[in-house]
């Protein structure tokens, strides 16, 4: 049902990163694909590259898009290094909705094994119940050619069976998650968010948290992490008594790789269990708070009628003849036994 459809891409200014997209034909919309966007250059995988006589040569950097093609294929890359040069090589696939289960092995021109990886936990990845991919990072100890392979653990393949392999030094970068995505506080009070640093390719230095374009009234305490202190506890604070909607927040971390400055924005998130052990942080779409007066009490839903003329001057007059009961008291007395049949039926 793709014939004459329109692909969504994303805008010319995305930031790389993981993109959903869809394709549009007249009101219908298709399900959301994972696209995957880098800056790096890229090629295809060229077969038959099954092993280390057949490597295809890569330049690095380099992100190679493959598929293992047939149950029990291996895609094999040669790169060259000098001796001391640390290389990563990290799968994208079941990110990315791909069923391949990876296996990363890095070898010599000796043949000999340097460095094998099955599967790599990316807690940034949502509600990814299986961390299928694999990462390496690994020193060379002397310069020459170097080989990447690449297969399926569970021996499968085919044209669904696709990846992205990016060969490349490492490029130290992080990324941050704030728990609970919403904040509920009272007048003139604080509430705490967990901050969580998600360090990449060997990512070491200091991230210091701020509020970014910190809307009127909200302020947050100075908080750092590292690879070595992952997490924190931000302390938000505000100085107005209520709100009447909710207030967009944006927390942003701030540090240094070498000479670069990276600033990224936490994405919000909740915390949450899969089958009483593993415990995921699942995006949410924005980070809100509310403030809120506690002693506030909300004007009763039930509003006496107005009285008329006639009450009104009998409530002023209670002795006046004119104002005289309209019930005796033998009709009143009925009336309160039928409200009290009501009250205990």
């Not at 993109?19 to 295809?44: I, Q, Y």
Request: net charge positive; hydrophobic share 35%.
């Amino acid at each position: 049902n793709l014939q004459q459809a329109k692909l969504t891409t994303p805008p010319a200014n995305a930031q790389e990163g993981v993109h959903l997209v869809t394709a549009k034909k007249g009101k219908f919309v298709s399900n959301p694909m994972p696209f995957a966007l880098d800056t790096l250059p890229e090629c295809l995988d060229q077969e038959s590259n099954n092993d280390v006589a057949h490597a295809q040569k890569v330049k690095l950097p380099i992100i190679v898009n493959g598929r293992t093609d047939k149950p029990d294929d291996w895609d094999v890359y040669q790169v060259e290094a000098k001796a001391g040069d640390t290389i990563v090589a990290e799968v994208q696939a079941r990110r990315l909705d791909s069923p391949l289960d990876s296996m990363l092995k890095i070898t010599d021109a000796d043949g000999k094994l340097l460095a094998v990886n099955d599967d790599h936990q990316d807690v940034g990845s949502g509600l990814n119940t299986h961390h299928a991919d694999s990462y390496i990072m690994v020193k060379l100890p002397a310069d020459g050619p170097y080989f990447v392979h690449l297969g399926d653990t569970s021996r499968g393949g085919g044209k669904e069976y696709a990846y992205r392999l990016r060969i490349s030094a490492p490029r130290p970068d992080f990324a941050l998650r704030v728990v609970p995505a919403s904040a509920s506080m009272t007048s003139r009070k604080s509430a705490s968010l967990n901050i969580y640093a998600i360090c990449k390719d060997g990512f070491e230095g200091d991230i210091k948290l701020s509020l970014k374009d910190a809307p009127q009234g909200f302020t947050a305490s100075t908080v750092s992490l590292s690879s070595a202190k992952p997490k924190a506890r931000l302390s938000v604070r505000t100085s107005l008594r209520t709100t009447k909607e909710p207030v967009s927040l944006a927390i942003e971390g701030r540090a240094k790789a070498g000479e670069e400055d990276i600033a990224r924005v936490a994405v919000p998130a909740e915390d949450r269990m899969q089958a009483f052990l593993w415990r995921h942080l699942v995006p949410a779409q924005d980070l809100q708070a509310q403030v809120y007066n506690p002693s506030y009490q909300p004007p009763p839903t039930r509003v006496a009628a107005p009285l008329t003329d006639a009450e009104k001057t009998k409530a002023a007059n209670p002795r006046n003849p004119a104002t005289k009961a309209k019930f005796s008291k033998r009709q009143v007395a009925g009336r309160l036994r039928q409200l009290k049949g009501l009250f205990e039926e």
